[in-house]
């Protein structure tokens, strides 16, 4: 007979780890946050972190169906809020099968979901075929990966110089105002194929933890005390938010 409080004890510290930082960061996730996004502004300016946070109603279309010409679209709106000139990078949902990962490591679901690619004729973010369903996710996975182009194509930084180039990668969708886009995407629950319960999914390299903390400073440094755009957010990221800029306020 298996142990329940085990079992609750293990999900519980699966739940732990896929809401922590998928990476380490330097000087601690709240440090190493202040410092990124103090870059972030001075690389490309304060107007960007003042511009009005987008809102899912305001990104996603009334009457989005999930079909790939709708996915170009919703993600042709995430490039012009990132300031990406069309053309500039190729977009394909080609993304070799659907992106998704299940290892047999305690269940848990991994999704790769979008990748950037530098390429002699030009770069590319191909992206899985089955996030046109999902308008968050593709939101967020299009936005971070925009944002590599940004970052990387655009040589402000480099593999070598940045090591944690994923997690600033997931910052600048913050910073350009998507991160309820990156939160809300970073953890969730499926159901699994045999139909039997629940398994976790995870996203992203900062995830609800330090996305919470990120979204608290971008606040702050908007002069936000109280953002009415919080409600937007999943619970537990939103009490993090919450919690942290309180914390920040005094």
């Given at each position: 007979?298996?142990?329940?409080?085990?079992?609750?004890?293990?999900?519980?510290?699966?739940?732990?780890?896929?809401?922590?930082?998928?990476?380490?960061?330097?000087?601690?996730?709240?440090?190493?946050?202040?410092?990124?996004?103090?870059?972030?502004?001075?690389?490309?300016?304060?107007?960007?972190?003042?511009?009005?946070?987008?809102?899912?109603?305001?990104?996603?279309?009334?009457?989005?169906?999930?079909?790939?010409?709708?996915?170009?679209?919703?993600?042709?709106?995430?490039?012009?809020?990132m300031e990406?000139?069309?053309?500039?990078?190729?977009?394909?949902?080609?993304?070799?099968?659907?992106?998704?990962?299940?290892?047999?490591?305690?269940?848990?679901?991994?999704?790769?979901?979008?990748?950037?690619?530098?390429?002699?004729?030009?770069?590319?973010?191909?992206?899985?075929?089955?996030?046109?369903?999902?308008?968050?996710?593709?939101?967020a996975i299009?936005?971070?990966?925009?944002?590599?182009?940004?970052?990387?194509?655009?040589?402000?930084?480099?593999?070598?110089?940045?090591?944690?180039?994923?997690?600033?990668?997931?910052?600048?969708?913050?910073?350009?105002?998507?991160?309820?886009?990156?939160?809300?995407?970073?953890?969730?629950?499926?159901?699994?194929?045999?139909?039997?319960?629940?398994?976790?999914?995870?996203?992203?390299?900062?995830?609800?933890?330090?996305?919470?903390?990120?979204?608290?400073?971008?606040?702050?440094?908007?002069?936000e005390r109280?953002?009415?755009?919080?409600?937007?957010?999943?619970?537990?990221?939103?009490?993090?938010?919450?919690?942290?800029?309180?914390?920040?306020?005094?």
């Open positions: 007979m298996r142990n329940p409080i085990g079992v609750l004890r293990r999900n519980q510290q699966v739940r732990a780890e896929l809401k922590a930082p998928r990476e380490r960061l330097p000087g601690g996730r709240r440090r190493w946050i202040r410092s990124s996004m103090n870059w972030l502004i001075a690389e490309f300016g304060r107007d960007v972190l003042l511009r009005p946070i987008v809102l899912p109603d305001e990104l996603i279309p009334t009457g989005y169906d999930g079909s790939l010409a709708a996915a170009e679209e919703l993600c042709a709106r995430v490039a012009d809020r990406l000139p069309s053309g500039r990078c190729a977009l394909s949902f080609g993304l070799v099968g659907d992106g998704v990962r299940r290892p047999a490591y305690r269940g848990v679901v991994k999704e790769q979901g979008g990748r950037w690619l530098r390429g002699a004729d030009g770069n590319e973010i191909q992206l899985a075929p089955a996030l046109a369903a999902d308008p968050v996710a593709l939101a299009y936005a971070h990966e925009a944002g590599h182009e940004l970052l990387l194509g655009g040589d402000r930084i480099s593999f070598a110089r940045r090591p944690d180039h994923e997690s600033l990668t997931d910052l600048l969708t913050v910073f350009y105002g998507l991160g309820i886009f990156t939160a809300n995407a970073a953890y969730e629950r499926r159901p699994r194929p045999n139909g039997r319960g629940k398994q976790p999914l995870a996203r992203g390299y900062l995830r609800e933890a330090a996305l919470s903390d990120a979204l608290a400073y971008y606040a702050l440094l908007r002069g109280h953002p009415d755009w919080d409600r937007h957010l999943d619970p537990p990221v939103r009490r993090g938010m919450r919690n942290q800029l309180t914390i920040l306020s005094k």
